[in-house]
């Protein structure tokens, strides 16, 4: 089998290999009455439902995702039956001639649902919302709308899967290979040490490859079982278009009771999430949203209300800022409506009411570590944003309509923002994230992670820590393939994980064999497992507790400009400062975050179906500044900020430019056309 | 149908189907892993390749179209001077691009510059944008452009390079 560590999965092939292809649904919701089929060729395999020798499903926590369609199709582009041969042009012809017939119903949709579609529910009551609501100087009522979004990179996604001695051996992109072993061990019904998982190189997955990679591993392990072949199962790109999971839809509704002087005393927040067809990773996604929801901004009183709604569309993933990125959009394009409404300037409102020490978030929550002082205004400073914000408020009170003024309509926007790092619900994991490490004889360490590193940042961030701790050359240090058959689980490399769980975890084996350095004979071997701290867990149910074990936080000024005749909004400078502990390797950490702008810009403009995806030469000058904490201390996740930060800053800015109140995203020239022209 | 054309420098005939793609002759006939198939739709610029000398996605050419044509892939360019350039200015620059759209890029940068030897930042990403993939950051690419731009105007080719 030719198997390349350094190779995509569409790169790989192995003696003998078949090509697998799907069937799916089509339609968007139905029941499948008949399936009628030519006579098969020899050559070809077909592999329906109940042929499946293990468990037909994929599971993730406490939930469950059926493999396939066997008679009710919950969302189009759900698998029915499965086909490998080795002509990928006679498959693709005979799946022209397999007739499907469906007795179709109405699909589910998320604006007005239905009891049936709810997933989960949270009810939360903190402090006393009623009596503050009764005695406010004034309620301040939002809703808040985000839509899905797209991952999209050139590498589709697949799985190749082989047979080598007595193993199932699967390589295929993924996030966490120990979850396709353990997925592929259940549909196959083989005991796990029997399946081992290669990673393939990926482009950097964006936290959208945590289960779906399981889900087209399981299907070409069940095409290789039944072949008694190898087989390569690797999806189009318009079939991965419409089938893999996306940031999920929210709708968020708020009232808010301020004082007399525009201080946020009580939030009424009513929250609905769209999770697809499954509710993977539901509850983390609802919790998320939920706490981010509640926002940065001190207040005594909440009543929060949430529900995860199922749909007739593909089940949503994490993707980058999971539930605290549509969290994070309504609480602070809210918080900007507010200071709006009350006639002060957001800098000064969200200074004034951003948490501080001591403060609880979401009126329980214990913040692992508060906001440094100066975060928003060093963002200020760095934007002008004073300046810039005061002028635009001017020439937008000059104006009747958009049209007046004869050049371009700007404004700017801020926001801020926290992310934590690894799951809230971790307690639900299957096992302990590990990592191990292991000081040779002659010098070299080795370090043995699943930890996933597309852009091989992670890798080099471990490599440079354990180098500091023991003083190793960089090019002594290895840091193995993660192959499930060689490594510890060590949990999803997704949720800012890989830096702050796996990296710590290498940081602490490390300094253990610093102890045990010289006691002990070489080679030194050392474990270390994540511990759950045991004081002030979560408490879901209250909304008490530690949520997660350190924030990192930052605040972003966008600056927008809208074409007066195209309407359409081009970002002219966005400023961002991040503080998140002692920042590992500054020029990557940079990259991190300029390319999660990007991607945070890209939700903010483009829908959902559109084809379009921004071309380089719109990306606009971005500034980033990290807050100095030193060289020593913890280390925060950065990936999911920009994806919390940027967007009610951009939707905040074009409100500012077209005199228009936004409260959704994306905001595209149809949108400022329609919400400009009404009255 | 057989199709003579010349890739890498050397005349190649294949055995293909009328309506087979440039870039499944060249991964699954000839074995070339450096053209990555993405999108089959001209848009995400991962099969980019030299036809001719002009940057083309090759997932939208159809075979007969490559009959007597000059093609250049990754692997091709790969021996050349100018491919060592840029993959150094890459290293200098800190730009890490996904390695899917490695190629595609590589071959994109060089046609810019062929064209525009000393680009604006605003040629640079205009120039660039047929490459769609989101994988590595702006500002690195651009550092690594001006850096294979500056070194190529500092050091004509074929004259021995140095500063004049």
């Given at each position: 089998m030719a198997l390349q560590e350094d190779s995509f999965v569409g790169d790989l092939a192995a003696e003998g290999m078949l090509q697998g292809i799907v069937m799916r649904a089509t339609v968007d919701r139905g029941e499948i009455l008949s399936i009628s089929y030519p006579k098969v060729p020899r050559e070809i395999t077909l592999l329906f439902p109940e042929e499946v020798p293990g468990e037909p499903a994929v599971s993730l926590f406490s939930q469950r995702l059926p493999l396939f369609a066997e008679r009710a199709v919950a969302f189009r582009g759900e698998p029915i039956m499965l086909l490998c041969g080795p002509d990928e042009r006679r498959l693709a012809e005979l799946a022209e001639e397999i007739e499907i017939r469906y007795r179709t119903e109405s699909p589910l949709g998320f604006a007005q649902p239905l009891e049936t579609q709810i997933a989960e529910r949270r009810e939360v009551v903190i402090g006393a919302p009623d009596r503050a609501f009764d005695d406010a100087f004034q309620i301040v009522e939002g809703e808040y709308t985000t839509c899905a979004q797209e991952y999209r990179v050139s590498d589709p996604p697949g799985a190749l899967v082989a047979f080598e001695e007595e193993r199932v051996v699967v390589s295929c992109p993924t996030q966490w290979p120990f979850h396709v072993r353990n997925v592929v061990a259940a549909v196959l019904g083989l005991p796990r040490k029997r399946v081992e998982v290669r990673v393939t190189r990926m482009s950097p997955p964006r936290d959208s490859r945590i289960w779906f990679s399981s889900v087209v591993a399981a299907q070409c392990a069940l095409l290789a079982w039944k072949s008694r072949r190898p087989v390569r199962l690797l999806l189009g790109c318009e079939e991965a278009s419409a089938v893999q999971p996306r940031r999920a839809p929210s709708r968020i509704h708020y009232r808010t009771a301020l004082d007399r002087d525009g201080n946020p005393v009580a939030h009424d927040i009513d929250l609905s999430v769209d999770c697809g067809a499954a509710p993977m990773l539901g509850e983390e996604l609802l919790e998320r949203a939920l706490l981010a929801a509640a926002g940065p901004y001190q207040s005594t009183a909440y009543r929060l209300r949430a529900r995860l709604v199922t749909t007739s569309v593909p089940p949503m993933d994490a993707f980058q800022g999971l539930g605290l990125a549509q969290g994070f959009f309504a609480a602070e394009t809210h918080a900007s409506r507010i200071a709006e409404l009350t006639q002060t300037d957001p800098f000064t409102w969200k200074e004034r009411n951003l948490i501080r020490r001591n403060g609880l978030l979401a009126g329980g929550a214990i913040p692992a570590n508060y906001p440094p002082t100066g975060l928003l205004a060093r963002t200020v400073e760095l934007s002008d944003f004073a300046r810039k914000y005061a002028a635009y408020e001017m020439l937008k009170k000059r104006r009747e309509t958009i049209r007046d003024q004869g050049s371009a309509l700007r404004g700017i926007g801020l926001a801020v923002a926290y992310q934590g790092a690894g799951f809230m619900t971790r307690s639900d994991e299957p096992e302990p994230a590990a990592v191990v490490v292991r000081l040779e004889a002659n010098g070299s360490l080795y370090i043995l992670t699943s930890g996933v590193s597309p852009s091989g940042e992670a890798r080099a961030a471990w490599t440079e820590s354990a180098a500091r701790i023991l003083g190793i050359e960089p090019k002594r240090i290895f840091v193995s393939f993660p192959d499930t058959s060689l490594v510890p689980n060590s949990g999803p490399s997704a949720l800012s994980r890989n830096i702050t769980i796996i990296g710590e975890l290498v940081e602490r084996a490390c300094e253990t064999v610093v102890r045990k350095r010289f006691r002990a004979a070489l080679p030194i071997e050392v474990k270390k497992t994540l511990k759950l701290p045991r004081a002030n867990r979560w408490n879901p149910e209250e909304h008490?507790?530690?949520?997660?074990?350190r924030l990192s936080w930052a605040a972003a000024a966008v600056e927008t400009e809208v074409d007066p005749v195209t309407l359409e909004t081009e970002v002219r400078g966005i400023w961002t400062t991040v503080s998140c502990g002692r920042v590992m390797m500054e020029a990557a950490a940079r990259r991190v975050v300029e390319n999660g702008i990007v991607h945070a810009l890209w939700w903010c403009s483009s829908s959902h179906g559109s084809e379009r995806s921004p071309a380089l030469f719109e990306f606009p000058p971005i500034t980033i500044e990290f807050l100095s904490a030193g060289q020593k201390g913890w280390v925060g996740g950065i990936e999911e900020l920009a994806a919390c930060v940027i967007p009610s800053a951009y939707v905040s800015a074009v409100a500012q430019a077209t005199s228009r109140y936004f409260d959704t995203l994306p905001i595209t020239p149809e949108l400022i056309h329609r919400y400009t022209e009404e009255p | 149908m057989n199709v003579t054309f010349t890739l890498n420098g050397k005349s190649v005939t294949v055995n293909a189907?009328?309506?087979?793609r440039l870039v499944q002759i060249l991964r699954e006939e000839l074995q070339l892993a450096g053209t990555k198939a993405g999108c089959y739709r001209g848009e995400c610029g991962s099969c980019s390749v030299l036809l001719g000398g002009e940057l083309i996605p090759s997932c939208l050419v159809p075979a007969f179209a490559v009959r007597g044509a000059t093609v250049v892939t990754i692997e091709g360019f790969a021996r050349t001077r100018e491919y060592a350039e840029i993959i150094h200015a890459f290293e200098e620059a800190e730009y890490a691009p996904c390695g899917h759209c490695l190629g595609g890029r590589v071959l994109a940068i060089h046609a810019l510059l062929v064209r525009l030897p000393s680009p604006s930042e605003r040629e640079i990403l205009a120039g660039l944008s047929g490459i769609r993939c989101q994988c590595a950051d702006v500002s690195s690419l651009l550092r690594a452009v001006n850096l294979v731009a500056y070194s190529r105007t500092r050091k004509p080719h074929g004259r021995g390079g140095g500063r004049t």
């Open positions: 008490t507790g530690l949520p997660f074990d | 189907e009328p309506d087979q």
